[in-house]
Antibody, heavy 118, light 109 residues
Framework: EVKLVESGGGLVQPGGSLRLSCAAS????????MNWVRQAPGKGLEWVSC????????YYADSVKGRFTISRDNAKNSLYLQINSLRVEDTAVYYC???????????WGQGTLLTVSS | SSELTQDPAVSVALGHTVWITCQGD??????ANWYQQKPGQAPVLVIY???NRPSGIPDRFSGSNSGNTASLTITGAQAEDEADYYC????????????FGGGTKLTVL
């Protein structure tokens, strides 16, 4: 059974930093592109970042470029998102999602809530 | 980056057919995928590619694509289909591989 479990969310002050994690199981993690997608309270889904299976190619949404860093550890079946210079508008549920055949997100985690507030 | 446009809200009478649409230039190159999201839950893939349903998705869900428009059809909508629906696809612009539509809230009357 494919499972994605996010962790690391919480309440952080503006300007702070945080690292989100996503633990994967039930599939060959090193064979899949992985993504972070976020959803602000009451808003729609926003793609944030993706990393190819090898980790060699990375993309970011313009809204997070320069502040967010995606990474993965294929030996640990884990995906990460380092978030720096946090802003109030980064408040959202952050989901990790697997991209199958690089054309659709077939599995999602349950999400982890990040709240940025003073 | 590209954009995908969805109607914010659609309603359908119980048992009737409803179409939820998604428009964007990137759909001329890539198929749309559709996700269902119920309150407090993670999104669930319901249609992907040309018109494929993951295991466990009822066959009342189907998808179609024409030009720059993709449609999700629910034939015989059920009360449990009330949810938010998002389209997404690969993004044909450089350095932004993915794009989501703004979502459509489906109400089953």
């Amino acid at each position: 059974e494919v499972k994605l479990v996010e962790s690391g969310g919480g309440l952080v002050q503006p300007g702070g930093s945080l690292r989100l994690s996503c633990a994967a199981s039930g599939f060959t993690f090193s064979s899949y592109e992985m993504n972070w997608v976020r959803q602000a309270p009451g808003k729609g889904l926003e793609w944030v970042s993706c990393i190819t299976s090898s980790g060699k190619t990375i993309y970011y949404a313009d809204s997070v470029k320069g502040r967010f860093t995606i990474s993965r550890d294929n030996a640990k079946n884990s995906l990460y998102l380092q978030i720096n210079s946090l802003r109030v508008e980064d408040t959202a549920v952050y989901y990790c999602a697997r991209a199958d055949l690089a054309y659709y997100f077939d599995f999602w985690g349950q999400g982890t809530l990040l709240t940025v507030s003073s | 980056s590209s954009e995908l446009t969805q109607d914010p809200a659609v309603s359908v009478a119980l048992g009737h057919t409803v179409w939820i649409t998604c428009q964007g230039d990137t759909l001329r190159r890539y198929y749309a995928n559709w996700y269902q999201q119920k309150p407090g839950q993670a999104p669930v893939l319901v249609i992907y590619g040309k018109n494929n349903r993951p295991s466990g998705i009822p066959d009342r869900f189907s998808g179609s694509n024409s030009g720059n428009t993709a449609s999700l059809t629910i034939t015989g909508a059920q009360a449990e289909d009330e949810a938010d629906y998002y389209c997404n696809s690969r993004d044909s612009s450089d350095n932004h591989p993915w794009v989501f539509g703004g979502g459509t809230k489906l109400t089953v009357l």
